[in-house]
């Protein structure tokens, strides 16, 4: 057969050998099927990993009373102790190192978080102590009078 | 190899007489998962339980996963998101969920609307999360294997991988999925993968106060969640799409959709 039928044949040969090559170097070597389905089990290995190393910003109660024992132990004994320090305190992560990074929440819009009055049946949010914040002393804040970590209104001062 | 036909019979019988000793299920034919568990597979598998009647919508899950995962706090987009559901009396629904519930519900009034509340027959609230389905629509899609299932259940996004077409974003079904700003990829809940695999709970499940979320392992029988989702009336959303969702809620009304 003459050379220039065979040319276009010869150059997508090459074309195929081109990209199978820049696939085999572009393609990570973990990639491929991990598990028992190649639909959903298709998939770089590594990028497991990545999202293990992902740092975790909350830490927890216990990480807290490592150094403020007073303060959690205080709040474990009222009705705020299912509340998380973090929750109110925001996540640990660089404290104490950055004392600044923490950014503690002392708003009304915290405490309306459960305590604005939803009278909802069919859902705890009903159950929990209530007000109107437009009748409730609006123009104060809660932490003024309610001490967060001992909420119970006969120990107020 | 010579055989006679006494020797064929002999063995024929003694083969027969084995055969017939063994029980019936021995000659079912398994497929691999559950010969896989039939052999103990010690993964685990991430299970989610939501229990709709402890939920009061005070939002700290949203806030927690959002500051958590690094998802930009201020822009309309989250990872989870709490649902008010106020049904009134005349069989209307009314949903809203002002900024996912980032900052709980501050309002009586529900998407602007004022309700009476002797106007309301129920109300309540639906934290909605990433399902990890067992047949991930997202994954399926996927045009790169950049959305993956791992081996203990979890759909988890390969940001090096993505190439941020947004198929995942419209094939879930749960909405649950976003494209991430900064990343340029898309994102979704990871169950908090770097949590869950130190052996911590999710960051929602540890904010909440109320113990409306919980994560279990439902390969292991003895797990709180999983034994709760074996014995308790649960459901799960959209089941009718097949995707097997893996986060069941106790309480859930026919009305969420």
Known sequence: MRNHVLRPLFAALALVALILTARQLMVPSDFGVHGDSFTYNFYRADSVNDWKKFPVSYKGREYCAECHEDNTESITKSKHAIIQCENCHGPAMQHPDNPEALTINRSRDLCLRCHLDLPYPGSQRGELPAIDPNDHNPEQECVECHNPHNPNLEDME | ?257
């Open chain 2, 1 to 257: 190899m010579s055989c006679s036909r006494r020797d064929f019979l002999k063995k024929g019988l003694v083969g027969g007489a084995v055969a017939a000793s063994l029980p019936l299920s021995s000659f079912k034919f398994l497929t691999p998962a559950e010969a896989k568990s039939a052999v103990g597979d010690p993964a685990v598998r991430w299970g989610f339980l939501v229990d709709t009647y402890k939920c009061t919508g005070c939002g700290f899950c949203v806030k927690a996963c959002k500051k958590e995962n690094d998802v930009p706090y201020d822009l309309p987009i989250t990872r989870t998101w709490v649902e008010r559901y106020v049904i009134t009396k005349d069989d209307e629904t009314h949903v809203d969920s002002p900024n996912g519930d980032r900052d709980g519900f501050k309002d009586t009034k529900i998407d602007g609307k004022t309700i009476d509340p002797k106007d309301i027959s129920k109300a309540f609230f639906v934290p909605k999360l990433c399902n990890q389905c067992d047949n991930p629509a997202c994954v399926q899609v996927c045009p790169v294997g950049a959305s993956y299932q791992t081996q203990d259940g979890v759909v988890l996004v390969d940001r090096k991988w993505c190439i941020g077409c947004g198929y995942c974003i419209m094939a879930c079904p749960y909405g649950v999925r976003f494209f991430h700003p900064v990343y340029k990829v898309a994102d979704k809940c990871t169950f908090c993968y770097h949590r869950i695999s130190k052996g911590m709970k999710t960051a929602c499940v540890d904010a909440c106060p109320f113990g409306a979320r919980q994560i279990g392992d439902l390969k292991n029988p003895d797990d709180p969640v999983t034994k709760a989702i074996l014995t308790e009336r649960v459901a799960v959303l959209k089941d009718e799409y097949g995707t097997k969702p893996q986060v069941f809620y106790i309480g859930l009304d026919e009305n969420v959709r």
